[in-house]
């Protein structure tokens, strides 16, 4: 995560960009943004590195920004978009493949587009259409979504469902954004399959976008 945000550092030089967590790590959002209103700041947009619309988009991190809002009356904060669904993640989960050796077209390969997992359906759906997407274009024997938690189909349903289908290799897109327990998990059920890296430093241009789509928002309504 590091990484990312020093990749976003350098696509945009003279732009302030920090780092915070929501849980597990330092330092954590509200801390970040007590940081910048010390220093003198009072507007920031807070951009979710997350790559669709589940808990910790819904809940978790509106409920640490309505804190935030409230002890720090003073600090104006505006959120972006979630990272997805966006072509450019597909463009560059299709880069990680190609990383290892996994190109379109081949009809050998069968391809495992494994995600997080979410108990709100929408945003498991968001990795299915993908998959589906990839399935009809890409000219792989087939592909499959997979997740690491919470949803089903697990890694071994997908890869067994792609073997009926007659792939003779199987290959794991990595839907994530930095490595960790689940995509560790999805590493040891994938087996003998070919595991892409996770997303990483690759989706810095989408964050800009999203940086760029909430300050053109509010010059159109300035």
Same mark, same amino acid.
């Given at each position: 995560m590091a990484e990312l945000v020093?990749?976003?550092?350098?696509?945009?030089?003279?732009?302030?960009?920090?780092?915070?967590?929501?849980?597990?790590?330092?330092?954590?959002?509200?801390?970040?943004?007590?940081?910048?209103?010390?220093?003198g700041h009072r507007e920031v947009v807070v951009a979710p590195l997350l790559l669709?619309? $589940?808990?910790? #988009?819904?809940? %978790?991190? !509106?409920?640490?920004?309505?804190?935030? *809002? =409230? &002890?720090?009356? @003073?600090?104006?904060?505006?959120?972006?978009?979630?990272?997805?669904?966006?072509?450019?993640?597909?463009?560059?989960?299709?880069?990680?493949?190609?990383?290892?050796?996994?190109?379109?077209?081949?009809?050998?390969v069968g391809v495992v587009l494994a995600a997080t997992g979410s108990s709100h359906a929408p945003a498991n759906a968001v990795v299915a259409e993908i998959a589906e997407r990839w399935s009809s274009t890409l000219?792989?024997?087939?592909?499959?979504?997979?997740? $690491?938690?919470? #949803?089903?189909? %697990?890694? !071994?349903?997908?890869?067994?469902?792609? *073997? =009926? &289908?007659?792939? @003779?290799?199987?290959?794991?897109?990595?839907?994530?954004?930095a490595p960790g327990l689940l995509p560790d998990r999805v590493r040891k059920l994938a087996g003998a399959a070919v595991v892409a890296a996770p997303l990483g430093t690759t989706v810095a241009e989408v964050v800009l976008d999203r940086y760029d789509q909430v300050r053109a928002a509010a010059l159109r309504s300035a």
């Open positions: 020093s990749a976003v550092r350098a696509r945009r030089p003279g732009l302030d960009v920090r780092a915070a967590f929501l849980d597990l790590s330092a330092p954590r959002v509200f801390d970040v943004l007590s940081g910048l209103h010390r220093e669709g619309r $589940a808990y910790h #988009a819904r809940v %978790d991190l !509106p409920a640490l920004l309505d804190e935030a *809002r =409230a &002890r720090l009356p @003073r600090l104006s904060t505006t959120v972006t978009d979630v990272l997805g669904p966006d072509r450019k993640l597909e463009e560059a989960a299709l880069r990680r493949l190609a990383e290892v050796g996994v190109e379109p077209g081949d009809r050998e000219g792989w024997r087939g592909v499959r979504a997979a997740f $690491a938690s919470t #949803a089903e189909p %697990d890694v !071994p349903s997908a890869v067994a469902a792609l *073997r =009926a &289908r007659g792939a @003779r290799r199987i290959a794991v897109a990595s839907y994530f954004l």
